[in-house]
């Protein structure tokens, strides 16, 4: 099953336009989108193949931490992370 995580890490300083978009850069092979330009947050959300949440979250996590490293961004603590299955997200769109 296809799942959709949602994940944010919070820091101390904002972040620019450059740093958001080599994050864009390092998530996109993944399915995925960045944000958080001029705020301290930085986030993505990915998509990922998994049997259940549980293992979405253990794939996403160490993704997400390796495309922010390629991004050459500051580790900083993940704040949150959501996971949405590909039917949960279909039929909230309805």
Do not use: C, H
């Amino acid at each position: 099953m296809r799942w959709s995580v949602s994940l944010r890490a919070e820091g101390d300083r904002v972040l620019s336009l450059e740093e958001i978009v080599a994050l864009a850069d390092a998530v996109a092979p993944m399915g995925g989108i960045a944000s958080g330009m001029g705020t301290t947050t930085y986030g993505a959300q990915l998509v990922v193949d998994a049997g259940s949440a549980e293992e979405a979250m253990k794939l996403a996590v160490p993704a997400f931490e390796e495309a922010a490293a390629l991004a050459n961004l500051p580790t900083w603590p993940l704040m949150d992370v959501n996971v949405l299955s590909e039917d949960e997200e279909l039929s909230s769109d309805e």
